[in-house]
């Protein structure tokens, strides 16, 4: 499952579960969420198979109480030129109550592990915290991430035109490995005309299919297949790569 968590419950957050046939993976839910009750709800609702593991797309570990967490800063430092580095999380600017660490908690109820490592093939629950624009440089050996957010000076024809290239990508995992039949679910989302509220869903629902594939790409090769920032206690991202580039250089064209 992949979640574009909202940093804040009065904001909406995408949330994408994709079942898996030991060959390829398909969209089997899709909705955009406020509260964290409605995410544990959503994320109940999907459980079934022995391996489940939810990729957030927000910080889940925050002790520092102001600047960066270590994590970010190898982050920003190794994916900054590809216009992928990351916010800086503290508790100062989440007024102390991170919506994150809460989610963790109620997941770990429903049986979940947290923390920076997935096994490969591994049964079990685990949430784990990811970011989807090193991933997008990652998975796509792209020279720079998308620029599909809203930003001072961006136009719309500028955000759908980048969409429509995110929308692409994700259409052409049909041929990754693992493999990803979206296209059918892609169809139903065109961005062209959006404006405002519908714009940001599109968005939410697509960065949360990205993070439901980082999922199921993590799952499907384990440590082999991603690169950890950070750690358990002072917070960490991981992010998907290659296996052959899991301690090598960022995939980014030169």
């Not at 949330?15 to 046939?21: F, I, N, P, R, T």
């Not at 102390?96 to 963790?104: D, F, Q, S």
């Not at 950890?228 to 917070?235: A, K, V």
Request: with cysteine; proline share 7%.
């Amino acid at each position: 499952m992949g979640l574009d968590l909202a940093w804040s419950e009065g904001n909406t957050s995408g949330a994408v579960a994709l079942d898996w046939d030991g060959c390829s993976a398909f969209v089997g839910g899709s909705v955009l969420l406020k509260s964290n009750e409605e995410v544990v709800s959503f994320v109940g609702e999907q459980l079934g198979p022995p391996a489940v593991v939810v990729a957030v797309d927000a910080p889940l570990v925050v002790p520092n109480l102001e600047g960066t967490r270590p994590g970010d800063r190898e982050l920003s430092r190794v994916y900054r030129r590809f216009g992928a580095g990351a916010y800086p999380a503290n508790r100062r600017r989440f007024r102390g109550k991170v919506r994150g660490e809460e989610l963790v908690r109620k997941l770990i109820e429903l049986g979940f592990t947290s923390g920076p490592h997935v096994g490969r093939q591994a049964h079990g629950r685990r949430v784990v915290e990811v970011y989807p624009h090193p991933a997008l440089v990652e998975l796509f050996q792209l020279p720079r991430t998308l620029q599909y957010k809203a930003r001072q000076g961006r136009s719309y024809e500028h955000r759908w035109a980048e969409l429509e290239r995110l929308i692409g990508l994700l259409r052409g995992l049909e041929q990754g490995k693992p493999p990803l039949q979206a296209g059918a679910w892609l169809e139903l989302h065109d961005p062209r005309g959006l404006r405002g509220r519908g714009l940001k869903a599109l968005e939410d629902l697509l960065d949360g299919l990205l993070c439901a594939y980082i999922a199921l790409h993590l799952w499907y090769w384990g440590p082999p297949g991603y690169r950890c920032f950070g750690d358990s206690e002072r917070g960490y991202i991981l992010v998907p790569v290659q296996p052959s580039r899991a301690r090598g250089r960022p995939a980014g064209r030169r």
